[in-house]
């Protein structure tokens, strides 16, 4: 692996290579009748002004230093880290796909035909009725899932204030009921990690505006009464909402909107290819049946005499994004959708699940629960699964999810993805198999073979460097 070392602007070659631009960049700009205070402004900006062949080093330099879907193996469970194809980059970056979204109607007729035509894949891929694309993340399109709830509930005089949460479920379910003005009630899990049907039918109510699931759940594991559960959300007059996050285990195989599911988000950046992570960019469109569209955000996108045309549904809850939503994204699903058509995407989801479980047959660590879908949960046991995650990085793969489901005693929630060769899927094993016998010490030194050595992930969140100077300084 390529050591690092401390690649700033100030590399040796700058003074081979004299900076064209420096002196431009360097010149000191008057900023005449400025509004604000002077203590808040400057009088100069020093940029950095390197030759070409430094910037081009720096950045394959730091290039080096990161680990992405393009290193290896990346079996970040929930997440669905996958490969994303390239020619999806390609299309979504035609000068056809960038236009004003300010143009009238009739002269986008072609973007806004994209925009009807995934609306349509998705609502079919998902069992759904009527789809937007304008949230752009699964967390704001569970947001915005649960405000539809939300008005639908408020437009039938049916005031109600608890939303109902799995112990299993993702962080943002939660925040999203509390963000939406819910009580969050937490139902525990049952012993085979599913839903719990006593506990559900206890924590129903009138109040209840709706529950949240995802399916296959955290664990990887099908909610085989999926039907029931639909059943006793409903008698209560409350809604069925599908966090759509495990979707890459169920294309073409069974759909959310079969189930009973009501409202459902799409990530569409794992399940239909964009490189995500540290915080974006994607697109988390939201589907529901016919009862609830009425309700979704403005605008919408329809066909109407042979023209696609914006209008607002009748009760909507109003915007969630500007114009169509996180654009690039959604062409980037759409090209995805349909290059792999409905035989191509079935066939990724069959071989998520088929590597989720030859991967899980070859590891040393102890997977409590099955049979499961795309991806399973093991438990390091005695081992502290930070420590395995740390130690993995030196054996040069990314590690799983750690610590999450807590349902699981220092989980590693790990999904390969349907990308992964059976070669990628057995060095993956050898890295989860080095690691379980390994001793503490070493682990706990982890990882000594990266660029970076361990981080005070705390520190690192409460005091951000958000300079480049700082890459000078030694802190
Ligand atoms: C990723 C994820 C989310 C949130 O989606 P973002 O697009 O990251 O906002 C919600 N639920 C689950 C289960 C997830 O894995």
């Known amino acids: 692996m390529t050591t ?68 290896g193996p990346f079996p970040l469970g929930s997440c669905t880290m996958k490969y994303n194809p390239s020619f999806t980059e390609d299309i979504a970056a035609r000068p056809e796909a960038a236009v004003h979204p300010d143009r009238p109607d009739r002269t986008v007729q072609g973007t806004l035909g994209l925009c009807h035509r995934l609306q349509d894949y998705l609502g079919r891929i998902g069992g759904m009725d009527a789809v937007t694309l304008q949230p752009p993340a699964g967390a704001a ?70 529950l949240m699931l995802t399916n296959p759940n955290t664990l990887g594991l099908f909610e085989r009464d999926i039907e029931r559960i639909a059943d006793i959300v409903h008698d209560a007059g409350g809604l069925l909402y599908y966090d759509g996050a495990n979707l890459n285990a169920l294309l ?12 459902m988000h799409y990530n569409v950046h794992k399940t239909f290819a964009t490189p995500h992570g540290g915080g974006g960019p994607g697109a988390g469109p939201v589907g529901v049946t016919e009862a609830l569209a009425p309700f979704l955000p403005d605008p919408h996108v329809r066909q109407r005499n042979g023209e696609y045309e914006y209008y607002r ?5 109003g915007k969630v994004h500007g114009y169509y939503g996180n654009w690039p994204v959604l062409v980037k699903a759409f090209a995805y959708i349909t290059r792999l058509g409905d035989a191509g995407l079935a066939d990724a989801s069959a071989k998520a699940v088929l590597n989720a479980n030859y991967l899980a047959t070859q590891i040393p660590y102890e ?15 005695e081992q502290d699964a930070a420590d395995v995650a740390k130690g993995m990085l030196d054996h040069g793969v990314h590690p799983p999810t750690t610590k999450w489901p807590e349902t699981v005693d220092e989980a590693l929630m790990t999904e390969p993805t349907e990308g992964e060769s059976l070669r990628s899927l057995d060095q993956l094993a050898a890295a989860f198999e080095a690691v379980h016998d390994e001793d503490d010490g070493t682990l706990a030194a982890a990882p000594t073979r990266t660029a970076a050595s361990r981080i005070d992930q705390v520190r690192a969140a409460r005091s951000p460097r958000l300079s480049w100077q700082a890459l000078d300084s030694d802190q």
């Open 4 to 71: 690092y070392d401390q690649a700033s602007w100030k590399d040796e070659d700058d003074d081979r290579h004299e900076p064209l631009l420096s002196e431009k960049a360097n010149e000191r700009v008057a900023i005449e009748d400025s509004p604000l205070p002077d203590d808040l402004t400057r009088d100069s900006l020093e940029l950095p002004a390197p030759a070409e062949p430094a910037l081009a080093r720096h950045y394959t330099r730091l290039s080096q230093m990161n680990y992405g879907v393009e290193s």
């Open 141 to 210: 399109g569970e947001f915005t899932g649960i405000q539809i709830a939300n008005a639908y509930h408020q437009h039938n005089g049916d005031d109600r204030s608890e939303v109902l949460i799995p112990d299993s479920a993702h962080g943002t379910n939660f925040a999203t009921a509390a963000m939406a003005g819910y009580s969050v009630v937490e139902l525990p899990s049952g012993d085979d990690g599913r839903v719990d049907i006593d506990a559900l039918e206890a924590a129903i109510s009138e109040e209840t505006a709706a």
């Open 252 to 263: 073409g195989q069974a759909r959310p909107g079969d189930m009973g599911f009501d409202v």
């Open 313 to 317: 549904p009748d009760h909507s809850i």
């Open 367 to 381: 997977v409590p629960f099955g049979p499961f879908h795309h991806e399973f949960v093991a438990s390091a046991g």
